[in-house]
């Protein structure tokens, strides 16, 4: 080659040699965080949508916290989809943080129907919740609930009807890191099972909750509640063949604690990550009473087409999120996605064995294996709906 040939050569390369410095992105690299923008939000703040991101102007990039808080926004109910992409900042080594979102609608709507047969009891649930998760345009929301479970027949009886009102503060304090929520509900629960073992209670309830984030999807929270009036009773078969009685009219107050993580990006349809929650508490009146929550732990895996989930306590109830379900206490979930079409945006199909906790009859546990098969669907004209059947046989016969 001339000497002509490769100063031709080295010309042409220099522009793009360039911009390769302009764009420098190896490891060893330091770039800066210039600014965070929001793009596509028309009725969320930015504010709002900023505060998932734990970096601000003049941090280090970190892209494990971008990748990190793509999944806090999925996991939100607020948006259809979210995702985060780096622009070119005013200086060398600066950029840009964008976060690109598309809205849902601030009202949601939740609807739940089924049937079960478990421990020989049948009955019905239908249940439904309606909530506005933009609030003054900042993310805050407010939601009412309402379930009833209609017995159904069998040798015993299992009812329930439960009314429950919300708001919640996603940032409270303007700040990421903290959460609040304060609500009031009346429940009432009627159960009685073929051996001799029920619980009754009826009652209005209030309580406040704050809660504390800290590293990436951790948190702890305190919780209080008061329950004027309400009634309890309850009795059980003890292993020891005695039968334990209870009957209390006066557990007014109630203090809790609960650490917990959620990583998952959906709560009702989650693709990835997990969730846990632990939670130990007391209940003070004429006595005062410890308890152990049981922990709620959930795990989902992508593998030939489908997602697989590990269930422990039921659904999980991650910080102020949770659903309308009837579940079991030790399941495993088989989900299928459905095509999306013109009234289903995303929807599976999903069939789910499990465990139902054991109860004492005097003599012997009862042991009883359960399946659940539904469909779950958040649709365009009725919001999000759960289908479901589920039953238990006794394995013991």
Known sequence: MNIRSLLCLLALLSPIQGLAQDVDDSPSAELQVQDIRCDGNQQVSCDFIRGHLYLNAGDALDEDEIRNAELRLSALRYFGTVGIHLEKGARRGAVIVVIAVTENSPLVTESVAGGSYRMEVGHFLVGSRIANQNLFGEGKFADLTAVAGIPAGGPGRNEWYNVGLRYVDPMMFDSRRWFGIVGAGWN?????????????????GLGATVGWRFADFSYLS?????????????????????????????????????????????????????????????????????????????????????????KIGGDPTPEYQFSISETQPLAITFARPVKPGNEVRRGRWYIEPGYVQPVWTGERHVYEAGLKVGFRADTRSFGYVDLYLMGSVDVNK
Do not use: C, M
């Not at 009432?188 to 209005?204: A, M, S």
């Open 188 to 204: 009432k629960f009627d159960y009685e099972d073929q051996y001799g073992n029920f619980t009754h209670t009826e009652g209005l």
């Open 222 to 310: 305190s919780s209080v509640g008061y329950s004027p009036d309400v009634e309890f009773s309850s009795g059980r078969w003890l292993r020891d063949g005695t039968f334990e009685l209870r009957d209390e009219s006066n557990l007014d107050y109630s203090f809790g604690i609960a650490y917990g993580w959620n990583s998952e990006d959906d709560l009702l349809f989650p693709t990835q990550g997990s969730t846990l929650e632990i939670n130990v508490g007391l209940v003070h009146g004429d006595d005062t009473e410890w308890g152990i929550g049981i922990p709620q732990f959930r795990k989902t895996w992508s593998w030939l087409g489908a997602y697989w989930t590990l």
